[in-house]
Protein backbone atom coordinates (compact mmCIF):
# COMPACT_ATOMS: atom_id res chain seq x y z
CA UNK A 1 0.00 0.00 0.00
CA UNK A 2 1.67 3.61 -1.24
CA UNK A 3 0.95 6.88 1.43
CA UNK A 4 -0.92 8.37 -0.99
CA UNK A 5 -3.58 5.59 -0.98
CA UNK A 6 -6.40 6.37 2.03
CA UNK A 7 -5.60 4.38 5.15
CA UNK A 8 -8.60 1.79 5.12
CA UNK A 9 -8.55 2.15 8.91
CA UNK A 10 -10.02 5.41 8.29
CA UNK A 11 -13.20 4.13 7.08
CA UNK A 12 -15.26 3.83 9.89
CA UNK A 13 -17.32 1.21 9.07
CA UNK A 14 -13.75 -1.31 8.81
CA UNK A 15 -13.75 -3.73 11.04
CA UNK A 16 -9.70 -2.83 12.76
CA UNK A 17 -9.47 -6.41 13.33
CA UNK A 18 -9.57 -7.43 9.51
CA UNK A 19 -7.53 -5.15 8.81
CA UNK A 20 -5.24 -6.38 11.00
CA UNK A 21 -5.68 -9.82 10.03
CA UNK A 22 -4.92 -8.68 6.41
CA UNK A 23 -1.46 -7.00 7.17
CA UNK A 24 -0.68 -10.19 9.01
CA UNK A 25 -0.91 -12.28 5.92
CA UNK A 26 0.99 -10.02 4.04
CA UNK A 27 3.84 -9.51 6.45
CA UNK A 28 3.65 -13.96 6.22
CA UNK A 29 3.34 -13.82 2.42
CA UNK A 30 6.60 -11.31 2.45
CA UNK A 31 8.72 -12.65 5.02
CA UNK A 32 7.97 -16.34 4.53
CA UNK A 33 7.45 -16.83 8.62
CA UNK A 34 4.12 -18.46 9.02
CA UNK A 35 3.75 -17.40 12.80
CA UNK A 36 5.96 -14.75 14.62
CA UNK A 37 6.09 -15.49 18.48
CA UNK A 38 7.32 -11.86 20.13
CA UNK A 39 6.98 -8.74 18.92
CA UNK A 40 8.86 -5.58 19.95
CA UNK A 41 7.67 -1.85 19.60
CA UNK A 42 11.58 0.33 19.59
CA UNK A 43 10.54 3.42 20.68
CA UNK A 44 13.37 6.29 20.94
CA UNK A 45 16.88 4.85 22.26
CA UNK A 46 15.63 1.26 21.54
CA UNK A 47 16.41 1.10 17.92
CA UNK A 48 19.52 -0.66 18.18
CA UNK A 49 18.12 -3.94 19.76
CA UNK A 50 16.94 -4.88 16.91
CA UNK A 51 20.76 -5.35 15.39
CA UNK A 52 21.69 -7.44 18.21
CA UNK A 53 18.11 -9.55 19.31
CA UNK A 54 18.95 -12.20 16.09
CA UNK A 55 19.15 -12.48 12.28
CA UNK A 56 17.22 -10.25 10.88
CA UNK A 57 16.00 -12.30 7.67
CA UNK A 58 13.16 -9.98 5.74
CA UNK A 59 12.66 -6.16 6.01
CA UNK A 60 9.63 -4.31 5.10
CA UNK A 61 8.73 -0.56 4.65
CA UNK A 62 6.05 -0.39 6.86
CA UNK A 63 4.22 1.67 4.25
CA UNK A 64 3.86 -1.37 2.02
CA UNK A 65 1.60 -3.40 5.01
CA UNK A 66 -2.08 -2.54 5.10
CA UNK A 67 -3.34 -0.08 7.73
CA UNK A 68 0.22 1.29 8.68
CA UNK A 69 1.01 5.31 8.23
CA UNK A 70 4.35 6.87 7.23
CA UNK A 71 6.40 7.89 10.01
CA UNK A 72 6.17 11.71 11.48
CA UNK A 73 9.22 11.86 13.02
CA UNK A 74 12.50 11.17 11.33
CA UNK A 75 14.92 9.02 14.00
CA UNK A 76 11.58 6.70 14.23
CA UNK A 77 12.64 4.38 11.55
CA UNK A 78 9.23 3.06 9.34
CA UNK A 79 10.48 -0.12 9.02
CA UNK A 80 9.09 -3.95 10.46
CA UNK A 81 11.56 -6.46 10.44
CA UNK A 82 11.30 -10.38 11.22
CA UNK A 83 14.13 -11.46 13.13
CA UNK A 84 15.15 -15.16 13.41
CA UNK A 85 15.86 -15.64 17.39
CA UNK A 86 18.71 -17.60 19.11
CA UNK A 87 16.60 -19.81 20.37
CA UNK A 88 14.75 -20.38 17.29
CA UNK A 89 11.57 -17.87 18.09
CA UNK A 90 10.84 -15.16 15.17
CA UNK A 91 10.35 -11.61 16.66
CA UNK A 92 8.29 -9.06 14.19
CA UNK A 93 10.02 -5.73 15.44
CA UNK A 94 7.88 -3.11 14.82
CA UNK A 95 10.44 0.64 14.18
CA UNK A 96 6.97 2.37 12.96
CA UNK A 97 5.38 3.90 16.03
CA UNK A 98 2.11 5.99 15.18
CA UNK A 99 1.77 8.32 17.88
CA UNK A 100 -1.65 9.30 19.55
CA UNK A 101 -0.33 13.20 19.10
CA UNK A 102 -0.65 12.70 15.14
CA UNK A 103 -4.34 13.05 15.22
CA UNK A 104 -4.81 10.18 13.27
CA UNK A 105 -7.42 7.95 15.70
CA UNK A 106 -6.34 5.26 18.31
CA UNK A 107 -7.18 2.88 15.69
CA UNK A 108 -3.77 3.84 13.78
CA UNK A 109 -2.11 4.32 17.20
CA UNK A 110 -2.65 0.76 18.02
CA UNK A 111 -2.66 -1.30 14.48
CA UNK A 112 1.20 -2.49 15.02
CA UNK A 113 -0.30 -3.95 18.43
CA UNK A 114 -3.20 -5.87 16.50
CA UNK A 115 -1.39 -7.26 13.34
CA UNK A 116 1.38 -8.57 15.83
CA UNK A 117 -1.13 -10.53 17.55
CA UNK A 118 -2.85 -11.43 14.40
CA UNK A 119 0.57 -13.10 13.15
CA UNK A 120 0.67 -14.98 15.86
CA UNK A 121 2.39 -13.11 18.87
CA UNK A 122 2.00 -13.85 22.47
CA UNK A 123 4.20 -11.85 24.06
CA UNK A 124 4.40 -7.97 23.46
CA UNK A 125 7.32 -5.54 24.04
CA UNK A 126 6.56 -1.57 24.24
CA UNK A 127 9.75 0.00 25.22
CA UNK A 128 9.78 4.35 24.61
CA UNK A 129 11.87 6.79 25.53
CA UNK A 130 10.10 8.84 28.42
CA UNK A 131 10.77 11.91 31.28
CA UNK A 132 11.41 10.69 34.47
CA UNK A 133 9.89 12.04 37.99
CA UNK A 134 12.28 10.56 40.09
CA UNK A 135 15.28 12.35 40.64
CA UNK A 136 17.00 9.41 41.02
CA UNK A 137 17.03 8.08 37.79
CA UNK A 138 19.36 10.04 35.61
CA UNK A 139 18.92 10.08 31.75
CA UNK A 140 19.87 7.32 30.29
CA UNK A 141 18.30 4.97 32.76
CA UNK A 142 16.02 2.14 31.72
CA UNK A 143 12.88 1.14 33.58
CA UNK A 144 10.54 -1.46 33.64
CA UNK A 145 6.40 -0.25 33.49
CA UNK A 146 4.87 -2.11 36.33
CA UNK A 147 1.51 -0.20 35.68
CA UNK A 148 -0.21 2.91 33.46
CA UNK A 149 -2.22 5.81 33.92
CA UNK A 150 -3.90 6.55 30.76
CA UNK A 151 -5.01 10.38 30.68
CA UNK A 152 -5.65 10.40 26.54
CA UNK A 153 -8.92 10.12 27.60
CA UNK A 154 -8.90 7.68 25.03
CA UNK A 155 -9.53 3.56 24.29
CA UNK A 156 -8.35 1.53 21.71
CA UNK A 157 -11.91 -0.54 22.64
CA UNK A 158 -14.91 0.01 20.65
CA UNK A 159 -18.21 0.26 22.12
CA UNK A 160 -19.69 -1.42 25.23
CA UNK A 161 -15.84 -3.98 25.67
CA UNK A 162 -14.74 -4.47 29.01
CA UNK A 163 -11.25 -5.77 29.64
CA UNK A 164 -9.85 -6.25 32.83
CA UNK A 165 -6.45 -4.62 33.53
CA UNK A 166 -5.01 -5.71 36.85
CA UNK A 167 -2.40 -7.10 35.65
CA UNK A 168 -1.74 -5.54 32.33
CA UNK A 169 2.24 -5.47 32.63
CA UNK A 170 3.06 -8.80 33.31
CA UNK A 171 4.60 -9.54 36.71
CA UNK A 172 5.77 -12.65 35.06
CA UNK A 173 7.51 -11.07 32.39
CA UNK A 174 8.99 -8.42 34.84
CA UNK A 175 10.62 -11.05 36.63
CA UNK A 176 12.56 -12.05 33.84
CA UNK A 177 13.45 -9.07 32.34
CA UNK A 178 15.03 -8.13 36.33
CA UNK A 179 16.78 -11.81 36.42
CA UNK A 180 18.86 -10.35 33.38
CA UNK A 181 19.32 -7.12 35.47
CA UNK A 182 18.40 -7.41 38.81
CA UNK A 183 19.54 -3.33 39.20
CA UNK A 184 16.12 -2.20 36.89
CA UNK A 185 13.99 -0.28 38.57
CA UNK A 186 9.88 -0.16 37.90
CA UNK A 187 7.65 2.52 38.05
CA UNK A 188 3.77 3.76 36.95
CA UNK A 189 3.89 4.98 33.50
CA UNK A 190 1.47 8.19 32.64
CA UNK A 191 0.57 8.05 28.92
CA UNK A 192 -0.30 12.18 27.94
CA UNK A 193 -1.30 13.08 24.61
CA UNK A 194 1.93 15.44 23.96
CA UNK A 195 2.97 16.49 21.83
CA UNK A 196 3.94 19.29 24.37
CA UNK A 197 6.24 18.17 27.19
CA UNK A 198 4.41 18.38 30.56
CA UNK A 199 4.34 22.03 32.42
CA UNK A 200 5.69 21.50 35.85
CA UNK A 201 2.90 21.62 37.72
CA UNK A 202 1.47 18.75 35.63
CA UNK A 203 4.08 16.73 36.41
CA UNK A 204 3.45 17.07 40.32
CA UNK A 205 -0.09 16.00 39.65
CA UNK A 206 1.63 13.25 37.56
CA UNK A 207 3.27 12.22 40.93
CA UNK A 208 0.55 12.93 42.99
CA UNK A 209 -1.76 10.58 41.38
CA UNK A 210 0.80 7.43 41.53
CA UNK A 211 2.80 8.18 38.23
CA UNK A 212 6.69 7.93 37.70
CA UNK A 213 7.36 7.97 34.40
CA UNK A 214 5.76 10.58 31.50
CA UNK A 215 5.26 9.99 27.81
CA UNK A 216 3.10 9.78 24.95
CA UNK A 217 3.12 6.51 23.98
CA UNK A 218 2.81 2.76 25.13
CA UNK A 219 -0.93 2.61 27.27
CA UNK A 220 -2.78 2.75 24.45
CA UNK A 221 -1.33 0.01 22.90
CA UNK A 222 -0.75 -1.96 26.25
CA UNK A 223 -4.44 -2.15 26.19
CA UNK A 224 -5.08 -2.93 22.49
CA UNK A 225 -2.45 -5.99 23.53
CA UNK A 226 -4.41 -6.89 25.97
CA UNK A 227 -7.65 -7.01 24.22
CA UNK A 228 -5.62 -9.80 21.70
CA UNK A 229 -4.50 -11.40 24.37
CA UNK A 230 -0.81 -10.93 24.15
CA UNK A 231 1.57 -10.54 27.31
CA UNK A 232 2.92 -7.18 27.89
CA UNK A 233 6.61 -6.33 28.34
CA UNK A 234 6.59 -2.48 29.02
CA UNK A 235 10.06 -0.96 29.53
CA UNK A 236 10.78 2.86 29.19
CA UNK A 237 14.31 4.58 28.66
CA UNK A 238 14.50 7.77 31.14
CA UNK A 239 16.15 10.26 28.48
CA UNK A 240 15.10 13.59 30.66
CA UNK A 241 13.50 14.41 33.90
CA UNK A 242 10.20 15.53 33.34
CA UNK A 243 9.69 19.09 33.58
CA UNK A 244 10.41 21.04 36.81
CA UNK A 245 11.83 18.26 37.76
CA UNK A 246 15.02 19.09 35.90
CA UNK A 247 15.38 22.63 36.21
CA UNK A 248 16.70 23.37 32.95
CA UNK A 249 14.07 23.41 30.11
CA UNK A 250 13.60 20.26 27.90
CA UNK A 251 14.63 19.85 24.20
CA UNK A 252 13.79 17.29 21.87
CA UNK A 253 17.95 17.52 21.01
CA UNK A 254 18.51 16.32 24.47
CA UNK A 255 16.08 13.83 24.38
CA UNK A 256 17.78 12.19 21.13
CA UNK A 257 21.41 13.05 22.51
CA UNK A 258 20.29 10.64 25.70
CA UNK A 259 18.74 8.00 23.56
CA UNK A 260 21.95 8.02 21.81
CA UNK A 261 24.04 7.69 24.68
CA UNK A 262 22.38 4.99 26.06
CA UNK A 263 21.47 3.03 23.06
CA UNK A 264 24.00 0.35 22.88
CA UNK A 265 23.63 -0.50 26.89
CA UNK A 266 19.83 -0.76 26.48
CA UNK A 267 19.43 -2.15 23.57
CA UNK A 268 22.42 -5.12 24.45
CA UNK A 269 20.08 -5.33 27.73
CA UNK A 270 17.03 -5.79 25.58
CA UNK A 271 18.41 -8.44 23.81
CA UNK A 272 19.40 -10.62 26.41
CA UNK A 273 15.72 -10.08 27.86
CA UNK A 274 14.36 -11.23 24.41
CA UNK A 275 16.18 -13.72 24.52
CA UNK A 276 14.48 -15.55 28.05
CA UNK A 277 10.77 -14.54 27.05
I1 LIG B 1 11.70 11.21 25.31
O1 LIG B 1 9.29 14.50 29.66
C1 LIG B 1 10.26 12.04 26.35
N1 LIG B 1 9.01 11.82 26.03
N2 LIG B 1 5.15 13.44 28.07
N3 LIG B 1 7.25 13.97 28.88
C2 LIG B 1 6.46 13.33 27.98
N4 LIG B 1 6.96 12.61 26.99
C3 LIG B 1 8.29 12.50 26.91
C4 LIG B 1 9.15 13.13 27.79
C5 LIG B 1 8.59 13.91 28.83
N5 LIG B 1 10.40 12.82 27.43
Redesign the pocket.
Known amino acids: MSTTQPNPLDDPAADPFEIAAMAAAEITLITGVARHDIALTLG?GWAKAADLIGDTTATIPATEISGFSAPALAGHVGSLRSILLPNGKRALVIGARTHYYENHGVRRVVHSVRTAAAAGARVMVLTN???GIRKSWTPGTPVLISDHINLTGDSPLEGATFIDLTDLYSARLREIARGVDPSLDEGVYVQ?R?PH??TPAEVQMAKAIGGHI???STALEAIAARQSGMEVLGLSLI??L??GIQKTP?SHGE?IDAGRTAEPVISALLAKIVAEL
Do not use: H, I, P, R
Request: aromatic share 6%.
Open positions: SGAGNGYEVGMTNAALV
